[in-house]
């Protein structure tokens, strides 16, 4: 029986049996509760166990699921190579009862699938059990029929435990007996474990173990069981060592091929090869699944495990990159049975090829120093030494440790530690954003230097399937969400970012924007629903209205550019712009105004072109080439050797990596709204295009109908009408003005009479200034008047004064209303000593006002 076969044979039988086959959960655990990895396959089903949800209908389970176990509890990954059975990357056949059938029945259903159909020899098949557990033992012996002398009670090893936290209860192993030729006879207990093999274990799962150690009973009793796969085949396929089975056999085979070295002709070689072919196909399952190298938590185990594959390889003499290779193989070997992996073998590929270039590039000097340290007699590798291998050479300290164990020698671990304290307070303090949930510019940066930059999709489509590479949560609840590929286009050359959808099987997020966080790197700024995380497969999708008008605005504003040179003239030069859906705004140097005669020819001219629909065609050329075309290039930006260049038509060619339409046909009517100055020499101008401009039109349209109801006219007969109300206004204004001209000669009459040795001081309120100036020179013209001042207020709070005076009189009025002007809280007067005006701010002071006047004239 072979791996495929014996994938479906185990989840037929269970299938038969009334459980529900689960896929594979991804080697990410999502239940906070989880271990680090994946590492069984009750692991999906947590919130089941622990009671945070009902159990499924039906309460019975089966999968085949891919397991990790090179870190915390499980982690072996000194055994593997050496040992017949250790892997870092397993699968692992499993059934599961969700508070249904409990010891009896999950017995019965591994002796029968045991005997049944693996056909295991049942007299070869032994049994464990806790040591205090007699209704196993019982179930065994007087239902199953296990002889007793081959039913063993052992302590911990048949306690199982998730993790140091988390479910766990007795358990009961079955093993298999490989024969005298393989080791001393004793059974699990006492004999040989290379004769004895371990193929399956049946969790009787009760407990929960609580952070303090102690043993809570769990919601439910679960049956929890797992067979790995790669130890059943060996006794399926009869070999001596999981590395014999038909896949793995395959990739140490690949392993082979990779460094040149054939399997079987040195023990040592053998083992670096079984190492490479183990390694090989764990990084493989792990950057599928989302574990990008990195120095954090999952991150840093697998570029452990990348780095140590490469020393392997380095180790037999192998100078070029092996990792892809291995990852071609797992590919190939293992994609039927998970096709996901197939599909996205070139992205494996290329994470993991960059992860073995950046360390192959240390290697050799950091193993150099490495040697030299032990060389010269050193019975122990210090902390710096240790250190500086992890921060300059990128050695693990696992790695350093292997290497310094191999030679005999130890790591100075406490003198690291505190090295490594150091550099993270450094890093730190030097991180330029504080608070919390912001990321500082080296998390960009290991994004770059693991994935590369970003793919841009959005020149070809408007929906893109992409990896989710980082999500970075922000300050403001917001996240960073980083893909390998994408179609949104990040704000630049004046064009807004896009906005739109990231959706994966278990969220969506909105996205808000869209920038660059460092030169490539496209960072979507979003709000999420449901989970977006590390490792998901996703739909990206821009708002494809909004991009639309977006690309009407950019070629719209190339069209501009070539008008406005046509119809100013060369010295025309674009000094900014920004391209929205809404509009487009464009800064350009200009020594003046542009005339209404001069917009007119240039809206003409981009109408023209529009008209005409010529194709819009963008490629990329060297810069050179593009400057000899006379490629316009945009202010502010900086170009590499390889520019982008779009010929909007005939006319226009610039460079550009921004969106624009297929043919400026697309563009439709362009409109400019607005032309302002905005500093010496520098013109804007704003403008619509497409729906903009006819919306624009829609408005106008509006407004001159709702004039031309008002008016009780046509809209082409406004002009006259308001001609003709203009004309009647100013025969009003013409026979207001004669009236208040008769009123002030009566007001002014009045005023004369109450003069005193002619000179006239009143309170004259309700007046706007202007006429109170009339009115003061009225009073002044009339007989046996010398000098007039008026004072009031237009509207109960402002001060108008006024004054006037004869030139016999010799009264410098300007002086006597300045001073009473400060009184008011104002000022003003002026220099003509006959006529002045001045204002002020505090209406209450008016009449103090007018006895400072008085007593300035002589008069009380």
């Given at each position: 029986m072979?791996?495929q076969?014996?994938?479906?044979a185990?989840?037929?039988f269970?299938?038969?049996?009334g459980?529900k ?7 990410i ?5 989880a271990?680090l990895?994946?590492n069984?396959?009750m692991?999906q089903f ?11 209908d039906?309460p019975?389970?089966t999968?085949?699921?891919?397991t ?14 050496r ?19 409990f ?9 029968e ?6 056909r ?9 059990v ?10 065994w ?7 007793a002398?081959?039913i ?14 988390g ?5 009961s192993?079955l093993?298999?007996?490989k ?11 006492h004999g ?8 399956w ?13 102690t043993?809570?009973?769990?919601p439910m009793?679960?049956i929890?069981?797992g067979a ?5 085949l060996?006794?399926?396929?009869d070999?001596?060592?999981?590395f014999e089975?038909?896949?793995?056999a395959r990739?140490?085979d690949?392993a082979?091929?990779?460094t040149g070295r054939?399997?079987g002709?040195d ?13 090989g ?7 599928n699944?989302?574990?990008y ?7 840093y ?8 594959a ?8 192998v100078?070029?990159?092996v ?16 096709p996901?992996?197939?599909r996205?073998?070139d ?12 360390f ?13 340290e032990?060389?010269?007699g ?9 250190f500086?291998l ?11 440790r ?10 100075d ?5 505190e ?5 993270r ?5 030097a ?25 841009f ?7 893109s399937k ?9 300050a403001?609840?917001k ?9 949104f ?5 004046g ?21 660059y ?6 960072r ?5 629903e449901?989970e977006?995380?590390?490792g ?8 494809d209205?909004r991009r639309?008008?977006i690309?009407?605005n ?9 008008a406005?040179?046509?119809?100013l003239?060369?010295?025309?030069k674009q000094?900014?712009?920004?391209v ?5 705004r464009?800064?350009f ?9 001069e917009?007119?020819k240039?809206?003409?001219l ?5 008209l005409?629909n010529?194709?819009v065609?963008?490629?990329e050329t060297?810069?050179?080439h ?14 590499g050797?390889y ?16 969106t ?10 362009i409109?400019?709204?607005t ?14 295009t497409?729906?903009?401009?006819l919306?624009?039109?829609?408005e106008?349209?509006?407004?001159l ?14 002009p ?10 100013r ?9 208040r ?24 309120d309700g007046?706007?200034?202007n ?6 020179v ?5 007989a ?13 709070a402002?001060?108008a ?23 008011t809280?104002?000022?003003?007067g002026?220099n003509n000593?006959t006529?002045?005006v ?13 006895a ?9």
């Amino acid at each position: 029986m072979r791996a495929q076969e014996l994938r479906t044979a185990w989840l037929n039988f269970f299938a038969e049996r009334g459980h529900k086959i689960y896929p594979s959960s991804g080697l990410i655990p999502h239940h906070p509760r989880a271990p680090l990895f994946t590492n069984a396959g009750m692991n999906q089903f947590l919130p089941y166990i622990v009671g945070e949800e009902p159990p499924p209908d039906p309460p019975r389970a089966t999968s085949v699921q891919k397991t990790v176990r090179v870190k915390g509890k499980h982690d072996d990954i000194e055994e593997i190579g050496r040992s017949p059975w250790h892997l870092s990357f397993f699968e692992m056949l499993g059934n599961f009862s969700l508070g249904d059938y409990f010891k009896e029945q999950a017995i019965k259903y591994a002796w029968e699938l045991s005997t049944e159909v693996f056909r295991y020899d049942p007299e070869r098949i032994w049994v464990t059990v806790y040591e205090t557990d007699d209704e196993a033992e019982a179930i065994w012996r007087d239902v199953v029929g296990v002889p007793a002398d081959r039913i063993q009670r052992m302590g911990a090893d048949n306690f199982w435990e998730m993790g140091d936290t988390g479910p766990c209860g007795p358990c009961s192993e079955l093993y298999y007996d490989k024969g005298d030729s393989f080791g001393d006879p004793g059974g699990p207990l006492h004999g040989s474990d290379k004769r004895y093999l371990e193929y399956w274990n049946l969790v009787f799962m009760q407990y929960d173990r609580q952070p303090d150690g102690t043993l809570a009973d769990l919601p439910m009793k679960v049956i929890d069981t797992g067979a790995g796969l790669e130890r059943n085949l060996v006794l399926l396929e009869d070999v001596n060592n999981v590395f014999e089975t038909d896949e793995l056999a395959r990739l140490v085979d690949a392993a082979s091929r990779a460094t040149g070295r054939r399997y079987g002709d040195d023990a040592e070689t053998d083992i670096q090869l079984r190492i490479l072919a183990d390694h090989g196909r764990t990084i493989s399952f792990m950057v599928n699944d989302g574990i990008y190298p990195s120095n954090e938590d999952r991150g840093y185990v697998v570029r452990r495990i990348v780095r140590r594959a490469v020393r392997k390889a380095y180790q037999l003499g192998v100078e070029k990159a092996v990792t892809p290779q291995l990852v071609a193989a797992t590919a190939e070997v293992m994609g039927e049975a998970y096709p996901d992996l197939l599909r996205n073998v070139d992205f494996v590929t290329e994470v993991v090829a960059r992860e073995e270039e950046r360390f192959r590039q240390t290697l050799k000097s950091g193993s150099t120093l490495l040697e030299q340290e032990i060389a010269g007699g050193a019975s122990t590798i210090s902390g710096d030494v240790a250190f500086k291998l992890h921060d300059t050479f990128g050695f693990p300290i696992e790695l350093t440790r292997e290497i310094a164990a191999e030679r005999n020698v130890d790591v100075d671990m406490e003198g690291f530690d505190e090295a490594m304290t150091v550099q993270r307070l450094r890093a730190r303090d030097a991180r330029k954003t504080g608070a919390d949930g912001e990321v500082d510019i080296d998390a960009y940066r290991q994004v770059v230097d693991q994935f590369g930059t970003t793919e841009f999709t959005g020149y070809q489509e408007y929906e893109s399937k992409a990896r989710v590479l980082a999500v970075m949560p922000t300050a403001d609840g917001k996240v960073e969400i980083f893909l390998d590929r994408t179609p949104f286009y990040a704000e630049g050359g004046g064009q807004v970012g896009d906005t739109g959808t990231i959706t994966g099987e278990r969220g969506t997020a909105r996205v808000l924007d869209t920038t660059y966080a460092l030169p490539g790197l496209n960072r979507h700024v979003a709000e999420v629903e449901g989970e977006i995380e590390v490792g998901d497969e996703v739909v990206a999708h821009i708002d494809d209205e909004r991009r639309e008008a977006i690309r009407r605005n950019h070629t719209g504003t190339h069209l501009l550019h070539w008008a406005l040179r046509e119809v100013l003239g060369a010295h025309v030069k674009q000094q900014g712009s920004l391209v929205s859906p809404e509009y487009l705004r464009f800064d350009f140097s200009h020594f003046g105004p542009v005339t209404p005669e001069e917009m007119e020819k240039v809206e003409d001219l981009v109408n023209a072109r529009v008209l005409a629909n010529e194709p819009v065609r963008a490629y990329e050329t060297s810069k050179a080439h593009a400057e000899q075309l006379g490629a316009i290039a945009f202010f502010g930006d900086k170009y590499g050797e390889y520019v982008r260049v779009v010929e909007a038509g005939t006319r226009s060619l610039e460079l550009c990596g921004g969106t624009h339409v297929g043919a400026l046909g697309m563009i439709g009517p362009i409109k400019v709204t607005t032309e302002q100055s905005i500093g010496a020499n520098m013109r804007r101008i704003f403008a619509l295009t497409g729906a903009g401009t006819l919306e624009r039109v829609r408005e106008e349209e509006k407004v001159l109908s709702r004039a031309a109801d008002m008016l009780k006219a046509q809209p082409d007969e406004l002009p006259d009408a308001i001609e003709r109300i203009l004309e009647r206004q100013r025969a009003l204004a013409d026979e207001n003005k004669a009236l208040r001209a008769q009123s002030a000669k009566g007001d002014a009459s009045r005023l004369a009479g109450d003069a005193v040795d002619g000179k006239v001081v009143a309170r004259v309120d309700g007046v706007q200034p202007n006429d109170l100036r009339d009115l003061a020179v009225a009073v002044r013209d009339q007989a046996n008047v010398d000098a007039v001042v008026l004072i009031g207020s237009p509207d109960g709070a402002r001060v108008a004064l006024v004054g006037a005076s004869t030139k016999e009189s010799g009264i410098a009025v300007n002086e006597v209303l300045g001073a009473a002007a400060k009184v008011t809280g104002g000022g003003g007067g002026g220099n003509n000593p006959t006529m002045a005006v001045a204002g002020g701010k505090d209406a209450a002071k008016i009449d103090d006002a007018l006895a400072s006047v008085r007593a300035s004239l002589g008069i009380s």
